[in-house]
């Protein structure tokens, strides 16, 4: 079976002007590979700046690729501009992370579920279309009374489900999930995360989750995509990169997650800041923060290969079993 979403060396460069007025190119996505299955979860990590955000824009149209391919569902998306385009478009969509900035705060919540309907001309007539509305509040957790209140009288759980709400009326076959957590406390966003698995479950649709928290991305997520600077340097399900991770800025993330069991000592404390995107460091673009970088690492680029158990990492210390890969499965 062909998988859903196939991303391909996927780049997204910003011109920018340098220190001189020189033009030169930020490097916000850099080469990006990802396949995910129908009814699967691919979570991507990173820290702030990392490009995770753009990917997902990238994924959704909302940004043009520099290069590189996407196809959804078999169509290519890098490619389509037409009418075909807006009906893939209506099969693939977001939930964003500020529910509020979202929501049209002169409409009511109720309003704004209707109308995704009412832009692709679906479920004609006002009482049908207010009828697959009310059953999208049922299905996230919605009061039926809720739907003639505007966003501001919502609190923050419940516009995320609004949102969600939202994103599902089309019934669509994926959803990007860009740090829809990240607004909400500890209690609402477990109930969130408890909400979306739930309703994939029952609606079958796939996740493409982004995510700073790695602790959350291992509850949701079939597979994890980390990412650094651009590029994904780790991939593999949950559960393995949790115990061993096979790259050492994998490692430096799972040792920042609290567990009752990690000490203090045994976390991982990398030294300075991210690279800036406009002036990527020559070989391994995370060797200046490495505590285990070797010569090798500042000069020769490690590429994203498979390892020892079947995971995909970039980083020379990773013993590789294949040739490096494109996308991966």
Not at 50 to 56: E, I, N, R, Y
Not at 58 to 75: H, N, Q
Request: aromatic share 4%; hydrophobic share 45%; glycine share 6%.
């Amino acid at each position: 079976m062909s998988a859903l979403l196939t991303v391909k060396d996927l780049a997204r460069h910003y011109p920018v002007a340098g220190e001189r007025g020189e033009r030169r190119l930020l490097h916000a996505v850099d080469g990006v590979s990802f396949s995910l299955d129908a009814r699967r979860t691919l979570g991507i990590v990173g820290e702030s700046g990392c490009g995770k955000s753009t990917t997902a824009k990238l994924v959704l149209g909302l940004l043009a690729a520099s290069s590189g391919r996407i196809d959804f569902a078999g169509e290519p998306v890098t490619a389509v501009r037409d009418a075909r385009w807006r009906a893939m478009r209506r099969s693939m969509q977001m939930v964003p992370q500020d529910p509020l900035a979202a929501l049209d705060r002169r409409l009511t919540v109720g309003e704004q579920v209707v109308e995704p309907l009412q832009i692709h001309d679906l479920e004609t007539g006002p009482g049908a279309r207010q009828e697959r509305a009310l059953s999208l509040f049922e299905a996230v957790g919605l009061r039926p009374d809720l739907f003639h209140r505007y966003p501001h009288e919502l609190s923050g759980g419940q516009r995320q489900r609004v949102v969600l709400a939202r994103a599902l009326v089309l019934d669509p076959r994926l959803v990007v999930c860009d740090e829809p957590i990240s607004a909400l406390d500890v209690s609402v966003a477990a109930q969130v995360i408890n909400l979306l698995q739930d309703l994939q479950g029952r609606f079958g649709m796939a996740y493409l989750f982004i995510s700073h928290d790695l602790k959350v991305v291992r509850q949701i997520a079939d597979e994890v995509a980390v990412m650094y600077l651009g590029r994904i340097v780790e991939q593999g399900p949950p559960d393995a990169l949790f115990h061993a991770p096979a790259h050492p800025y994998t490692e430096a993330l799972v040792s920042a997650v609290p567990t009752p069991w990690r000490r203090m000592r045994e976390r991982i404390v990398l030294s300075g800041d991210p690279p800036n995107p406009v002036d990527r460091p020559s070989g391994c673009a995370f060797h200046p923060r490495c505590p285990r970088a070797m010569a090798r690492c500042a000069t020769d680029a490690p590429a994203l290969r498979r390892v020892a158990d079947g995971r995909l990492a970039a980083c020379h210390l990773a013993p590789a079993v294949d040739s490096p890969v494109a996308v991966a499965a």
